[in-house]
């Protein structure tokens, strides 16, 4: 069966990196994209980027461009999200998703990231 | 980057009728991109309810259904009952600029 299983929780300051991992199995990996979304306390989901395990190729939210970096480990069947100059607004509840043509069927159990000084 | 619009609460009795609508403009809903529907239990991740606006997944109930027109789409839920309780999202592709997908902005569904 599908699975789809985060990393853990993270503390990160103000300024730090983050990257979140999101190890997938039961499938093909390269035969369905990953998309990241996040969610703010109490907030809805704000989609934040879509990459295609097969080439590569990537497509991010407008304003986190240049702050977000979306890659994949074939060998592992493993997806990454790296959000780099954390802020306090960063913190959220971070999913990937297994895209299967335009929506996401099987989702991670999200991972907290908490920006704090 | 669009956002997609929706009422931000609907209650009903169990067994009632409720629906959610979901408006985008002529750059993702009304440009031909399909909707996708998505119930979120709080503190649970979200769940596909509805995908190519009217499909769903295996294992979801009948009384779940999706429409879209123009520049809008409908979440219909039929026979309310207590554990449809959640928020639910629709979602659509954005095909201005390099594309991206949206989210609508989220409803509360309370059964009374």
């Known amino acids: 069966q599908v699975q789809v299983v985060q990393s853990g929780a993270e503390v990160k300051k103000p300024g730090a990196s983050v990257k979140v991992s999101c190890k997938t199995s039961g499938y093909t990996f390269t035969t369905y994209g990953v998309s990241w979304v996040r969610q703010a306390p109490g907030q809805g989901l704000e989609w934040m980027g879509w990459?295609?395990?097969?080439?590569?190729?990537?497509k991010y939210a407008e304003k986190l461009q240049g702050r977000v970096t979306l890659t994949t480990d074939t060998a592992t069947s493993t997806g990454y999200m790296e959000l780099r100059s954390l802020r306090s607004d960063d913190t959220a509840m971070y999913y990937c998703?297994?895209?299967?043509?335009?929506?996401?069927?099987?989702w991670g159990q999200g991972t907290l990231v908490t920006v704090s000084s | 980057q669009s956002v997609l619009t929706q009422p931000p609460s609907v209650s009903g009795a169990p067994g009632q009728r409720v629906t959610i609508s979901c408006t985008g403009s002529s750059s993702d809903i009304g440009a031909g991109n399909d909707v996708h529907w998505y119930q979120q239990v709080p503190g649970r991740a979200p769940k596909v309810l509805i995908y190519?606006?009217?499909n769903r997944p295996s294992g979801v109930p009948d009384r779940f259904s999706g429409s879209k027109s123009g520049t809008s789409a409908s979440l219909a839920i039929t026979g309310l009952q207590a554990e449809d309780e959640a928020d639910y999202y629709c979602?659509?592709?954005?095909?201005?600029?390099?594309?991206?997908?949206?989210f609508g902005t989220g409803t509360k569904v309370t059964v009374l």
């Open positions: 998703a297994r895209e299967a043509g335009w929506y996401n069927d099987y």
């Open positions: 990459i295609s395990t097969h080439t590569g190729k990537t």
């Open positions: 979602q659509s592709y954005d095909s201005s600029l390099s594309g991206s997908y949206v």
């Open positions: 190519g606006n009217s």
